[in-house]
């Protein structure tokens, strides 16, 4: 998955200093007309902007290490699989589990808690978060049984759904929109990429030295070393008003994002046919379906129609949505193609997604200025062709092992390119809406990311995990991969030029 699955430059600002940013932001009333074109896209300033505060440095790290846990969570565990289920007695249709609880609660809870952090104080339910994280994660590490692991699974999961969207909008809303936000969403997202490469990579090299145990207790450190420093870093932010929350809402769009993603996810294990995949994802659709007519009655709803109808926040979520899931499809059937065709060890199929992680850093700290220079919706489209070419080249391989360097090429450019349209779309998404429906924005950016890394393996990855030649298989998972994200390329082009003119 590439993170996978996630983008900013630390050196540029504006002039106005972030604690200001949030108190003139916080008296804003809710816009829910069309978006503004902010100044800082209207006007570039004549000069570089002045560096980022030693302070704003400490802000940006604590947020962005904070997404990078989370981000090294969803893989650093991935290949100590089979050691922990022999360690603990889990069987190998139950590892699944390993991975679901976590993702359950991650995705599902996801819009809820960025609506709370708007009304009753973001930096409180961050640092909430970070502590159940970091205590979520000590149990995981000393679990005794399937049971008491798999409860430090699924409290990670509440954990990380509370610091994700809170994290996301205490980042938009201190880092005033142009150039200091762009570059802060670059870092963010190139850690968020990062972060899951590392973990392929990190897991392998804990558990072979260490134990599996290690790399829950790894997640336990990053917690405790984060959380001190937050309380007195980031400011608080919400709301100025309180309205009542839309409970209705709430639990429509939390049941459904649960049960399409426990559908979607088993059905990455098992295959369509189960009775409990057909039942929940029925069950999903049907609950977001009826989500969507909550929201358009309810007097104060938990997203915003209006905002669901701004083109930037439709397509730009829409690009998201495809970036995240095709590119954790690639990696998946790589991982199989590598080891399974080519015969390379776990250790070198780390090292080639390794080289990845690499560019992807590289990527990283050159798309605030590409955004700078063409604008997040030119930026956001070109990534994702750039993305689906690259992924096209990878048809190519072969049983041979200089399939090895095209594959290694070909897979780092197009993380370059998903990189550049993870930054792009939050860019795109965040952009003209006012500070106090953030957490709102940022929400859905999140949830599109965890829906994103979700469904993209079920979807298409089972193509080649049922095929009898794995090579074939491979090739066909990645035609159809490639032609989405050009479709979605082409698509996402002429909705955000409507939305321009």
Same mark, same amino acid.
């Given at each position: 998955?590439?993170?996978?699955?996630?983008?900013?430059?630390?050196?540029?600002?504006?002039?106005?200093?972030? @604690?200001?940013?949030?108190?003139?932001?916080?008296?804003? =009333?809710?816009?829910?007309?069309?978006?503004?074109?902010? &100044?800082?896209?209207? &006007?570039?300033?004549?000069?570089?902007?002045?560096?980022?505060?030693?302070?704003?440095?400490?802000?940006?790290?604590?947020?962005?290490?904070?997404?990078?846990?989370?981000?090294?969570?969803?893989?650093?565990?991935?290949?100590?699989?089979?050691?922990?289920?022999?360690?603990?007695? $889990?069987?190998?249709?139950?590892?699944?589990?390993?991975?679901?609880?976590?993702?359950?609660?991650?995705?599902?809870?996801?819009? %809820?808690?960025?609506?709370?952090?708007?009304?009753?104080?973001?930096?409180?339910?961050?640092?909430?978060?970070? =502590?159940?994280?970091?205590?979520?994660? /000590?149990?995981?590490?000393? =679990?005794?049984?399937?049971?008491?692991?798999?409860?430090?699974?699924?409290?990670?999961? !509440?954990?990380?759904?509370?610091?994700?969207?809170?994290?996301?909008?205490?980042?938009?809303? +201190?880092?005033?929109?142009?150039?200091?936000?762009?570059?802060?969403?670059?870092?963010?997202?190139?850690?968020?990429?990062?972060?899951?490469?590392?973990?392929?990579?990190?897991?392998?090299?804990?558990?072979?030295?260490?134990?599996?145990?290690? +790399? $829950?207790?790894?997640? @336990?450190?990053?917690?405790?070393?984060?959380?001190?420093? &937050?309380?007195?870093?980031?400011?608080?932010?919400?709301?100025?008003?309180?309205?009542?929350?839309?409970?209705?809402?709430? !639990?429509?769009?939390?049941?459904?994002?649960?049960? %399409?993603?426990?559908?979607?996810?088993?059905?990455?294990?098992?295959?369509?046919?189960?009775?409990?995949?057909?039942?929940?994802?029925?069950?999903?659709?049907?609950?977001?379906?009826?989500?969507?007519?909550?929201?358009?009655?309810?007097?104060?709803?938990?997203?915003?129609?209006?905002?669901?109808?701004?083109?930037?926040? &439709?397509?730009?979520?829409?690009?998201?949505?495809?970036?995240?899931?095709?590119?954790?499809?690639? !990696?998946?059937?790589?991982?199989?193609?590598?080891?399974? !065709?080519?015969?390379?060890?776990?250790? #070198?199929?780390?090292?080639?997604?390794?080289?990845?992680?690499?560019?992807?850093?590289?990527?990283?700290?050159?798309?605030?200025?590409?955004? *700078?220079?063409?604008?997040?919706?030119?930026?956001?489209?070109?990534? /994702?062709?750039? #993305?689906?070419?690259?992924?096209?080249?990878?048809?190519?391989?072969?049983?041979?092992?200089?399939?090895?360097?095209?594959?290694?090429?070909?897979?780092?450019?197009?993380?370059?390119?998903?990189?550049?349209?993870?930054?792009?779309?939050?860019? @795109?998404?965040?952009?003209?809406?006012?500070?106090?429906?953030?957490?709102?924005?940022?929400?859905?950016?999140?949830?599109?990311?965890?829906? *994103?890394?979700?469904?993209?393996?079920?979807?298409?990855?089972?193509?080649?995990?049922?095929?009898?030649?794995?090579?074939?298989?491979?090739?066909?998972?990645?035609?159809?991969?490639?032609?989405?994200?050009?479709?979605?390329?082409?698509?996402?082009?002429?909705?955000?030029?409507?939305?321009?003119?």
């Amino acid at each position: 998955m590439a993170t996978d699955t996630s983008a900013p430059s630390l050196a540029d600002a504006s002039a106005l200093s972030p @604690t200001a940013a949030v108190t003139s932001a916080t008296i804003e =009333a809710p816009s829910t007309g069309a978006p503004k074109v902010p &100044a800082a896209r209207a &006007a570039a300033p004549a000069g570089p902007p002045p560096r980022l505060s030693r302070r704003d440095r400490l802000i940006l790290f604590v947020l962005c290490a904070a997404q990078f846990m989370v981000a090294l969570d969803f893989s650093v565990l991935n290949v100590a699989l089979p050691v922990l289920g022999s360690d603990l007695g $889990m069987s190998h249709a139950a590892l699944q589990w390993a991975v679901t609880a976590f993702a359950l609660p991650s995705g599902g809870f996801l819009l %809820l808690f960025g609506r709370f952090g708007d009304l009753f104080g973001r930096r409180r339910l961050f640092l909430g978060g970070l =502590a159940l994280f970091g205590a979520a994660s /000590l149990l995981a590490t000393f =679990a005794w049984d399937p049971a008491s692991f798999l409860a430090g699974r699924a409290l990670q999961g !509440v954990g990380a759904a509370a610091i994700v969207p809170t994290g996301m909008s205490l980042l938009t809303t +201190t880092f005033p929109e142009g150039p200091q936000r762009d570059r802060a969403l670059g870092i963010s997202g190139t850690l968020l990429s990062l972060g899951f490469t590392v973990g392929m990579v990190l897991g392998g090299v804990l558990t072979d030295t260490l134990g599996w145990r290690s +790399t $829950m207790g790894l997640l @336990t450190l990053f917690a405790l070393i984060v959380l001190p420093l &937050a309380p007195g870093l980031l400011p608080e932010s919400r709301t100025p008003d309180r309205p009542r929350l839309d409970i209705p809402g709430a !639990v429509t769009v939390t049941g459904g994002l649960l049960a %399409l993603i426990y559908a979607l996810s088993t059905a990455a294990e098992r295959g369509f046919g189960g009775t409990d995949v057909v039942v929940t994802l029925i069950a999903g659709v049907g609950l977001l379906a009826l989500f969507g007519y909550v929201e358009s009655r309810a007097a104060a709803p938990l997203v915003s129609l209006p905002m669901l109808r701004r083109r930037t926040v &439709a397509w730009g979520n829409l690009g998201g949505l495809v970036t995240f899931s095709m590119m954790s499809t690639v !990696v998946f059937v790589l991982t199989l193609y590598f080891q399974d !065709v080519l015969d390379l060890s776990a250790f #070198q199929t780390g090292l080639v997604f390794g080289v990845q992680g690499v560019l992807s850093v590289v990527a990283g700290m050159l798309a605030p200025k590409v955004i *700078g220079r063409f604008g997040p919706r030119r930026t956001l489209v070109g990534s /994702l062709l750039g #993305q689906g070419l690259f992924v096209a080249a990878l048809i190519g391989v072969g049983e041979q092992m200089w399939s090895v360097w095209l594959a290694t090429a070909a897979i780092s450019v197009a993380s370059m390119f998903h990189l550049g349209a993870i930054v792009s779309y939050g860019v @795109t998404v965040t952009s003209g809406v006012p500070d106090t429906e953030q957490g709102l924005a940022t929400g859905l950016v999140t949830s599109t990311q965890q829906v *994103g890394i979700t469904i993209g393996i079920p979807l298409l990855g089972v193509l080649a995990t049922t095929s009898s030649d794995v090579l074939a298989g491979t090739r066909t998972v990645l035609t159809l991969d490639a032609l989405i994200v050009l479709a979605t390329a082409a698509l996402v082009a002429v909705g955000l030029r409507r939305g321009r003119a």
